[in-house]
């Protein structure tokens, strides 16, 4: 769908889809989303949202976890297998457990959000995770850094000439790094930068995160390229 100026010139609305089985919270999302400038499409179960998802081809996706037939983390897998690499995934779910955030994130997912939320702040989260897309779609480049090599444009990172396989939030992590060769990233910034936001309480992610890469990058006894600094946050350095 697209909104005329009135001018005789065509504006593309970015298009939402919203996976919520809740009656009450999917009306008040639409009002928002759509009083916001958004093109809202809305999904009550797990078949409807893939189905809406294929057919509608949405900008983004808000995700419910609890769902009447499929949990939210096995759509987000199913998305992320199915060519939707780039397409930004927010979980809005009740869940607020650090393990359920943990799977949220490794199953594809770009932010986590917990019930009861403040709009304003999803709206936030919206736009940030809408110009990662957009940078991503402007970036192509190299990156390189000692024997590790990241193709920007393919979303893949070698080490001594072997793949490493990543995960989307392992990948964001590590070319932020890498973007930034021996400067030292607070972890404020690290969260604010691949997560899209500041949160003090949830900072406790990052480091999960750093121990996934740390132990994909030095497999086979390679010397570590992360490297912690006390009280401020990470660098990384050949």
């Not at 930004?88 to 770009?110: F, N, Q, V």
């Amino acid at each position: 769908m697209s909104q005329y100026t009135g001018i005789g010139r065509v504006v593309k609305m970015t298009k939402i889809l919203v996976v919520e089985d809740e009656k009450q919270i999917m009306s008040f999302l639409r009002r928002g989303l759509m009083y916001k400038g958004f093109e809202v499409i809305g999904a009550a179960n797990g078949n409807d949202a893939i189905r809406q998802a294929h057919d509608a081809a949405p900008d983004l996706v808000i995700l419910d976890i609890m769902l009447s037939d499929f949990d939210g983390f096995e759509i987000c897998r199913y998305l992320r297998s199915t060519g939707s690499e780039t397409l930004p995934i927010l979980m809005l779910t009740a869940r607020d457990d650090l393990t359920d955030k943990i799977a949220g994130l490794d199953c594809g997912a770009d932010d986590y959000i917990t019930k009861p939320f403040d709009f304003e702040e999803l709206i936030a989260r919206i736009r940030a995770a809408l110009r990662r897309v957009e940078s991503l779609h402007q970036a192509n480049q190299r990156i390189e850094t000692g024997d590790l090599v990241i193709d920007t444009s393919a979303h893949q990172a070698w080490r001594a000439g072997q793949l490493i396989e990543l995960t989307r939030r392992e990948y964001d992590l590590l070319e932020f790094l890498a973007q930034n060769p021996g400067h030292v990233l607070s972890k404020e910034r690290i969260f604010e930068r691949v997560w899209g936001y500041d949160n003090e309480a949830e900072l406790e992610v990052i480091k999960v995160y750093i121990n996934y890469l740390r132990s994909k990058l030095n497999a086979g006894g390679k010397p570590d390229l992360i490297h912690a600094v006390r009280g401020i946050g990470y660098v990384l350095r050949a």
